[in-house]
């Protein structure tokens, strides 16, 4: 009596977690076929030029209060990034301190084409602003999408030409595999929310069900055995 019981809670478990289980099992797998570094596209990432010995000039702020200061170098050169406290950055030049003007399509391209390990064209620039930018770039920042021909997008900082994210194809699989995978296909952020918790119990539940049944049936076989 004790084992048909379990077993008809096994079998009503299984229709209500065996769909979520399906997913987590072949999104997870999706997610685990490729390295993590291919994932985020570093292979397409080309080596950054390592910074010149200069003596900067301090940039000049405005009056803004600035957060951070921090001095990087890309394919034009050396140039100051100022992270405001406002949540506001602007890049400053390093020999005059004088603030630059945000970043231009043509400088996105050149940007984005040094960024790049190989020679592949670009098919679109297109800049958005920072409440209207892509799902896939992540980043509360106004930035340059230039996509290449391989589908591969790199984000350029429109404000300070930074490279913010390389977005492939496959990552963007992947993406969509996450939301699955942690049921939350809005923002992909969310890893503990009460319809995942609840999956996640209910399945926990019919697996230790199903491995009880092992040793019910067992006694039960026994019990039967002339």
């Known amino acids: 009596m004790k084992h048909r019981l379990f077993l008809k809670w096994h079998i009503w478990l299984g229709w209500l977690i065996g769909v979520p289980i399906i997913l987590w099992t072949a999104s997870g797998l999706l997610m685990v076929s490729q ?3 291919t994932v985020r596209g570093n292979h397409l990432r080309s080596e950054q030029p390592a910074l010149d010995p200069i003596m900067p000039v301090a940039p000049v702020l405005e009056g803004r209060q600035a957060k951070s200061l921090t001095l990087l170098q890309n394919a034009q050169g050396p140039f100051w990034v ?14 005059t301190g004088k603030l ?3 970043i231009a399509a043509a400088d996105a391209s050149a940007l984005a084409i040094a960024a790049r390990s190989d020679d592949s ?10 409440d209207k930018a892509p799902s896939d770039l992540r980043r509360d920042r106004p930035a340059w999408q230039v996509i290449f021909e391989d ?9 300070t030409g930074e490279l913010l994210a390389v977005r492939t194809q496959f990552w963007r699989a992947f993406d969509f595999m996450w939301g699955l995978h942690i049921m939350d296909l809005q923002t992909r952020e969310d890893t503990s929310h009460p319809i995942l918790i609840g999956s996640a119990a209910l399945a926990l539940f019919g697996s230790i069900l199903g491995f009880v049944m092992l040793f019910t049936r ?5 019990r039967k055995t002339p």
Do not use: C, M, N, W
């Open 100 to 102: 630059l003007p945000p």
């Open 218 to 222: 067992h006694s039960r076989k026994r």
């Open 35 to 37: 390295p993590i570094e």
């Open 82 to 95: 100022i992270s405001y406290a406002d949540g506001g950055k602007r890049r400053a030049d390093t020999a």
């Open 151 to 159: 589908d591969a997008r790199f984000y350029i900082d429109a404000d």
């Open 121 to 130: 064209a670009i098919t679109s620039v297109q800049r958005f602003a920072a």
